[in-house]
């Protein structure tokens, strides 16, 4: 169940926009991917995330590359990727359909998953009348509803405020303590050194890797 970047490469076109990126993210732990804008963070994401093919080297999810675990993938897009037409606690809901579950513990879970970042009041709102925080925060609820074995989330606190953000980094990280692999990405060291481990990105490249030992 190990995660594995295996020499990940991304070239579009002629612009290469990963290389070499290795690392590993064992269960029950969480990664940071942390760079400044453009260093690759989305693009790794993405990879991981099983959204597209390294053009090099490999992502495995145990024995398998990511396209074959969707159903056990959760993801934060950096964009959300909401459909805006359908409510909070529907676009949740959605994403337990690939668990073959009653409907009556669909409506429990998504409930649950929304009241988890602080959703309830606005869980009949359409997402197209939600603010980009709340957003954010429904497809934070969206990848973690379903208790998928990898959780990776682009800039999942990006929107929020500071109390919020502490908040939510709470939840995300309940994933990792609940066995999940969690890799998410961020250019905010506070929610960085939350995490196990924090890779650095620059230019494509890994620059750094630091375990973080949490403070007691
Ligand atoms: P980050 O999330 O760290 O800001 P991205 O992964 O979004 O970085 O982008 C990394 C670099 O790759 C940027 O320079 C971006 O412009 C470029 N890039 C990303 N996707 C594509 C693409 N499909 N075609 C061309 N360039 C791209
Ligand atoms: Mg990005």
Redesign the pocket.
């Known amino acids: 169940m190990t995660l594995r970047s295996e020499s990940v490469g991304y070239v ?2 002629d ?1 290469r ?1 990963l290389n070499d990126v290795s690392f590993t993210v064992e269960p029950g732990t969480a990664l940071a991917v942390a ?11 993405a990879l991981l995330a099983g959204l597209d093919d390294p053009t090099s080297g490999a992502i495995m999810l145990g024995e398998v590359a990511p396209p074959e675990r969707r159903a056990e993938i959760g993801v934060v897009l ?1 964009n959300y990727g909401l459909p805006a037409l359908l409510t909070a606690a529907e676009c949740v809901e959605f994403a337990l359909q690939v668990r073959d579950l009653p409907r009556r513990e669909i409506t429990e879970r998504a409930a649950h998953a929304l009241e988890r970042v602080r959703l309830t009041d606005v869980a009949d709102h359409l997402v197209e009348e939600l603010s980009g925080g709340q957003r954010q925060r429904v497809a934070v609820a969206r990848a973690l509803v379903a208790e998928p074995m990898y959780v990776f989330a ?1 800039e999942p606190t990006s929107e929020l405020d500071r109390a919020l953000r502490g908040h939510t980094m709470t939840e995300v990280l309940r994933e990792r303590d609940r066995g999940a692999v969690l890799v998410l ?1 961020t250019h905010d060291d506070e929610v960085a050194y939350r995490c196990d481990a924090v890779l650095s ?1 620059a230019d ?1 490249q890994v620059t750094s890797y630091d375990r973080v030992t949490q403070p007691d």
């Open positions: 579009v076109g612009v926009i760079g400044p804008s453009g260093s690759g963070k989305s693009t790794l994401l950096q682009d990405t990105l494509g």
